[in-house]
């Protein structure tokens, strides 16, 4: 088993790397972790200019010789390569695995979009610095290398196909070449480090989508870090999207097991 | 002159409608501004409850003794109640001037889309609270009351439409009810206290969707309060905008004199 990572959003530090590494050498002793070089690089906010991050991805997801793409960690600038990269992936990139979340999530919708049958929404490589990172790498690697069942968020109904996003960033690529045809899908959402006003703004967006019409229902795992509102919001997270659930008739299908911590199940995209 | 002014976004204060009503007794005497009660209201992070602020927009609105509707202040808010609203607006609302910015940019949307003759982006009652704010109540009465061509951005074109923006708001209601049809407008658009790096990600969102194919360029008006970016972003909002136009083939039209800030000119929507 080869697992390439790639960094297509923020850089990224040679600690962690070094973290995820000892880990897996422990853990999972013969699989092969490849971070490219690219990971490495900085270019103002992110991990190398659009051009380096996105022949990065290219380089490897069109590798045969790897059988995953990890995507090293979030912040922001996949959606900037995004659009591009996925139009010159060919049929190795096809049947390789990916998994990621947060800013990643513009890179899962546009594969799951595009027919890719085996993305997924689940820790990072980055995840390796929080507390109780091992867990979020020793869950990442247990799904990318042995499909182990116990990775997976323990709410997933079988036959029906899920979908996992980050709130902002999922409310960020509707409408553009990157939304993926959700039909039929249970839609998860997190969000991390947002007031709850934006929050709830970013539901509005979601729920008066027409995305929100052809979904079978919502899931909310965490949202963490949420900022101190001035006054106070006077809802939490769960009022907010069970209101906009109910303003759009979309079905309010209670929590889920996903979030920015080392406790993020693994979501793969599909049925 | 009669214009009535409700708040349907975050909470007022009487002491921002005092100012505000002490600039116009001065200046525009035979003008009366009537603050709805619910200006006054306070419901979480909101000037009152849905109802009320819904309530008092239609009552208002509705109203033929008021010639126009102001919008007390943005903040967060006026999504919630804004497309119920505007669907129970009547004959004597379509005759009405219509004028905010920021958050009521839901509003303006949703009217334009309506069809309403005489919606505009402009100053609003909040903005006595900012240094030099009076010019900017100032220039807001003397376009409702007058007219006034100096209280317009001077860069506006005769006979072209144009629509203005807070570039977070207008993002977030592409896809929705309120969007409204910007078919060969000239799009203004301004943002405030947004890290830069949201700026490049509303700007993916908003060049990426249909909307971008249908206008007739953008101008940028101030980016201010912009926090910090860690690391630097190494891009301003001018390179942000323009590397987006020129990503999506929209035309870059230059700078806009909108902003959040005293010198906010007004913007009247459509031609």
Known sequence: MRIGIVAPSSRFSEEAAERVGAIAAVRFPAVELVFHPQCFLSHGHFAGSDNDRGHAFLEYANDPAFDAIWFARGGYGACRIAGTAIGRLGRAAREKAYLGYSDSGYLLAGLHRAGFPDVAHGPMPQDA?????????????????????????????????????????????????????????????????????????????????????????????????????????????EAVVRFWCNRAGINWLGRADIGHDSANKVVPFGA
Chains 1, 2 share one sequence.
Request: hydrophobic letters at 45%; glycine letters at 10%.
């Open 129 to 237: 610095m929080r507390e109780d990172g091992e867990a979020a790498i020793v869950r990442a690697l247990s799904w990318l290398v042995q499909r182990s069942p116990s990775a997976l968020e323990p709410g997933l109904t079988a036959g029906v196909p899920h979908a996992a996003f980050n709130i902002t960033v999922f409310g960020l690529l509707l409408g553009t070449p990157l939304e993926p045809d959700l039909g039929g899908h249970v839609l998860l959402l997190e969000e991390v480090a947002e007031h709850m006003y934006r929050i709830d703004r970013a539901m509005f967006h979601i729920a008066s989508n027409p995305v929100a019409r052809r979904i079978a229902g919502i899931r909310l795992g965490r949202c963490s870090e949420v900022p101190a509102n001035d006054p106070a919001f006077g809802e939490d997270e």
